[in-house]
């Protein structure tokens, strides 16, 4: 995927005022607007600048955008990082605010790296008005840890709120909560905190903050869905024989069966030890034979023998 630089599109340096962006877009949507230019690349320049505009105009998009930096070298894929968002609250559908532009939106499709940011709810055309009874609803994806899902409990999050400052520049604004956690929660699920969300002038009521939840990489399990699984590292006489080992479980140490003539690859379910859930999510440990290093004089002598004894060529399937 390509990396778009908002700022280069729009010419204006990254640290330029909200009044500095909103005059650079004008200009450049006069000039290339492909009704009257006569640029041969008008449409597409347009789409560009309407993009960057979308992005560099809202202090929430901008905020978390800058904290991609400057991207990598012209030609080389860029990818961003499976957290990048997160902790940053965002407010929801958005509005055009009282004499606020309304033909920013840009024609066409957003580009793959706006979609993977900020996905299809971010588009500009995709706005609609907000409820007047009611302020704004937040949104924030949060990382907790695992355990948060399998036990349940309270949770200090920390969220950085980006706004405007005095000087027209994006700043982040630190909101500590406390939030409980419900057991069983997985990646993906939200939590809603009523009334946590904006207060508009003239609205009755402050609108509410969903908190989608995502998990920090935990050092055994790793979640899909209600399930978990695990790599669990067998010895080759156990993965070729047969045994019974000790593996360990969110609810404690069990022991668990190696069927004779396994592989490494090979998925064994534990049931019901997932996440707690109705019903609740199996855990699933995946064999990873591992080879004893032949660092002695009696592990090299047992490998030789080995070798010996047994007829057996791993690249068989190759033809050679």
Same mark, same amino acid.
């Given at each position: 995927?390509?990396?778009?630089?908002?700022?280069?599109?729009?010419?204006?340096?990254?640290?330029?005022?909200?009044?500095?962006?909103?005059?650079?877009?004008?200009?450049?949507?006069?000039?290339?607007?492909?009704?009257?230019?006569?640029?041969?690349?008008?449409?597409?320049?347009?789409?560009?600048?309407?993009?960057?505009?979308?992005?560099?105009?809202?202090?929430?998009?901008?905020?978390?955008?800058?904290?991609?930096?400057?991207?990598?070298?012209?030609?080389?894929?860029?990818?961003?990082?499976?957290?990048?968002?997160?902790?940053?609250?965002?407010?929801?559908?958005?509005?055009?605010?009282?004499?606020?532009?309304?033909?920013?939106?840009?024609?066409?499709?957003?580009?793959?790296?706006?979609?993977?940011?900020?996905?299809?709810?971010?588009?500009?055309?995709?706005?609609?008005?907000?409820?007047?009874?009611?302020?704004?609803?937040?949104?924030?994806?949060?990382?907790?840890?695992?355990?948060?899902?399998?036990?349940?409990?309270?949770?200090?999050?920390?969220?950085?709120?980006?706004?405007?400052?005095?000087?027209?520049?994006?700043?982040?604004?630190?909101?500590?909560?406390?939030?409980?956690?419900?057991?069983?929660?997985?990646?993906?699920?939200?939590?809603?905190?009523?009334?946590?969300?904006?207060?508009?002038?003239?609205?009755?009521?402050?609108?509410?903050?969903?908190?989608?939840?995502?998990?920090?990489?935990?050092?055994?399990?790793?979640?899909?869905?209600?399930? %978990? *699984?695990?790599? !669990? #590292?067998? =010895?080759?006489? @156990? &993965? +070729?024989?047969? /045994?019974?080992? $000790?593996?360990?479980?969110?609810?404690?140490?069990?022991?668990?069966?190696?069927?004779?003539?396994?592989?490494?690859?090979?998925?064994?379910?534990?049931?019901?030890?997932?996440?707690?859930?109705?019903?609740?999510?199996?855990?699933?440990?995946? %064999? *990873?034979?591992? !080879? #004893?290093? =032949?660092?002695? @004089? &009696? +592990?090299?002598? /047992?490998?030789? $023998?080995?070798?010996?004894?047994?007829?057996?060529?791993?690249?068989?399937?190759?033809?050679?």
């Amino acid at each position: 995927m390509e990396f778009k630089d908002y700022y280069a599109a729009m010419g204006v340096a990254r640290d330029a005022t909200a009044e500095q962006i909103k005059q650079a877009y004008r200009k450049l949507a006069r000039k290339y607007h492909p009704d009257v230019s006569k640029e041969p690349d008008a449409e597409a320049r347009f789409k560009e600048v309407g993009e960057a505009y979308e992005v560099l105009r809202d202090p929430q998009k901008r905020a978390a955008y800058d904290q991609l930096g400057s991207g990598p070298p012209p030609g080389q894929d860029f990818r961003p990082p499976p957290d990048w968002a997160s902790g940053f609250e965002f407010s929801g559908a958005g509005h055009a605010g009282p004499g606020e532009e309304q033909q920013f939106a840009f024609r066409g499709d957003a580009s793959e790296f706006f979609e993977t940011l900020f996905g299809r709810a971010g588009f500009a055309g995709a706005r609609g008005p907000r409820p007047r009874e009611r302020g704004e609803d937040h949104h924030a994806r949060v990382m907790v840890d695992l355990e948060a899902s399998l036990e349940g409990g309270a949770r200090t999050l920390t969220l950085r709120v980006p706004e405007i400052g005095a000087d027209g520049r994006p700043q982040l604004r630190e909101r500590t909560l406390n939030v409980k956690i419900p057991r069983g929660i997985q990646a993906g699920q939200h939590i809603r905190l009523a009334g946590q969300g904006e207060t508009m002038p003239g609205a009755t009521q402050p609108g509410d903050l969903f908190l989608e939840v995502a998990f920090a990489p935990h050092r055994l399990y790793r979640p899909e869905g209600r399930d %978990l *699984q695990f790599d !669990l #590292p067998v =010895a080759p006489w @156990e &993965a +070729a024989l047969g /045994a019974t080992v $000790a593996v360990p479980t969110p609810g404690g140490v069990v022991e668990l069966r190696i069927p004779a003539g396994s592989k490494s690859g090979t998925r064994l379910r534990l049931r019901g030890r997932g996440l707690p859930s109705q019903p609740p999510g199996d855990l699933y440990a995946i %064999l *990873q034979v591992a !080879l #004893p290093p =032949a660092d002695g @004089e &009696a +592990a090299r002598a /047992a490998y030789q $023998a080995f070798a010996a004894a047994v007829a057996f060529n791993p690249r068989a399937a190759l033809g050679v």
